[in-house]
Nanobody, 119 residues
Framework: QVQLVESGGGLVQTGGSLRLSCAAS????????MAWYRQAPGNQREFLAA???????NYADSVKGRFTISRDNAKNTAYLQMNSLRPEDTAVYYC?????????????WGQGTQVTVSS
């Protein structure tokens, strides 16, 4: 059984920062790409950023220059450093990962963590 657990969400004022964490646990052989998405009420889930096992990253234009994705392969953990937060960043933030187990590879989602940015 594999789980992705996000943490670090909360309430922050406009211009503030938060750091989200996503920890993968269970029987894991390796983790390929890890990514962050978000979903605001009434909106579709939106891609934010991804990082490969080798450290290559890519970002959505909406967060480029403000958000930074990173990962610690030894800890099976990804991070999302969010700076200069705006009210429109308010959403539930989800972690996503391609995880290889002994006999299969599968895509997993976390349960989400709420980020609220007050104006």
């Amino acid at each position: 059984q594999v789980q992705l657990v996000e943490s670090g969400g909360g309430l922050v004022q406009t211009g503030g920062s938060l750091r989200l964490s996503c920890a993968a646990s269970g029987t894991i052989a390796s983790i390929d790409a890890m990514a962050w998405y978000r979903q605001a009420p009434g909106n579709q889930r939106e891609f934010l950023a991804a990082v490969t096992s080798g450290g290559s990253t890519n970002y959505a234009d909406s967060v480029k220059g403000r958000f930074t994705i990173s990962r610690d392969n030894a800890k099976n953990t990804a991070y999302l450093q969010m700076n200069s937060l705006r009210p429109e960043d308010t959403a539930v933030y989800y972690c996503n990962a391609d995880i290889r187990q002994l006999f299969r590879s599968r895509n997993y989602w976390g349960q989400g963590t709420q980020v609220t940015v007050s104006s």
